[in-house]
DNA sequence: CTGCAGGCGTGCC
DNA sequence: GGCACGCCTGCA
């Protein structure tokens, strides 16, 4: 086990802001995080102290080698970005964006597997999240490898395409995706017989990305900004759900500064959205 | 019982 | 381009 001490890094408020649904606190303070075939414990060991505004810096206990961590889990956690400068963006006059902010000043844009975030956010469409990770759940312990942790539990990777792409729709309506079952079927035979390639993806820029996303069957407008956010890492890229349009149509009414943002008004719309979900059930 | 949750495809205009 | 409508499932 490693310890390291971040600021702007809290895995509590990244776990509940739904941009990944296999890291979750399975106790207080203990985080469990799955992405493709690895898995991560984490221990929270710094005093909790929440103290409205302050700096989000907590020191944490990673389950891996420190080659691990930089290799793979640093830039999985986006932990090089320095989040506070984009926090300075938000103007002292929008009291709206500054509140969430300081709200969520922990959250950071994972850069997740591309594979497992297009199935995820297949899933996430007309759902909810406590829905969406019971599926993902579902999925990965009916098709994924198995993963053997330190201290000989068991736990389920995601299940790659070339699987996926072997599975009957009927089979595949057994993990609860109702009608979205035949979005990821298809998907995943695309990918498995090469009509699909995801690696060009990673050298398309975000309107490219997002247009090609977007004629995958089932991956609509939102689908494509979570999986441009999520996966690519394309910071501009702003999902808008039916949350999120009652926000802006609120608090933005003449439209969301997008030009204040230089590129990163993806970050600012995981703050509201995590703020709109839980700032006022305290 | 209805309505709806982090939409999207289809068919129509 | 816009706008209906249906779609799986679980939960209020």
């Known amino acids: 086990m490693i310890v390291k001490t971040f600021a702007d890094f809290d895995l509590k408020q990244i776990a509940a802001s739904g941009q ?16 493709s075939d690895r898995y991560l414990e984490i221990l929270d060991m710094s005093a909790r102290q929440d103290i409205p505004g302050a700096e989000p810096s907590r020191t944490y206990g990673f389950s891996c080698t420190e080659q691990e961590f930089e290799e793979f889990w640093s830039p999985y956690f986006d932990l090089s970005a320095d989040y506070g400068a984009v926090k300075r963006l938000v103007p002292e006059r929008d009291r709206y964006l500054r509140n969430a902010v300081s709200f969520g000043g922990g959250i950071r844009i994972l850069r997740q597997d591309l594979w497992e975030t297009m199935v995820t956010f297949l899933i996430s469409q007309q759902n909810n999240i406590p829905r969406i990770r019971r ?35 009927d089979e595949l309506r057994n993990c609860s995706l109702g009608y979205r079952a035949k979005y990821i079927r298809k998907t995943a035979r695309d990918v498995s017989d090469g009509s699909l390639c995801l690696e060009a993806f990673r050298h398309m820029d975000y309107a490219t990305a997002r247009e090609a996303l977007m004629s995958c069957y089932g991956i609509g407008i939102k689908v494509a900004d979570c999986i441009c956010l999520f996966a690519l890492h ?49």
């Open 20 to 35: 990944c649904f296999r890291l979750e606190e399975a106790a207080p303070g203990r985080f469990n995080l799955l992405a």
């Open 135 to 169: 599926c993902v759940r579902l999925l990965c312990e009916n098709y994924g490898n198995t993963v053997i942790d330190l201290s000989g539990q068991t736990h389920y990777g995601f299940p790659g395409p070339d699987k996926l792409a072997s599975v009957s729709e």
């Open 234 to 282: 394309h910071i501009e890229a702003f999902p808008i759900d039916t949350h999120i349009r009652q926000v802006l149509e609120r608090e933005y009414p003449k439209g969301f500064p997008v030009s204040d943002y230089n590129g990163c008004a993806g970050i600012l719309q995981q703050y509201i959205f995590y703020y709109e979900l839980f700032h006022s059930a305290i």
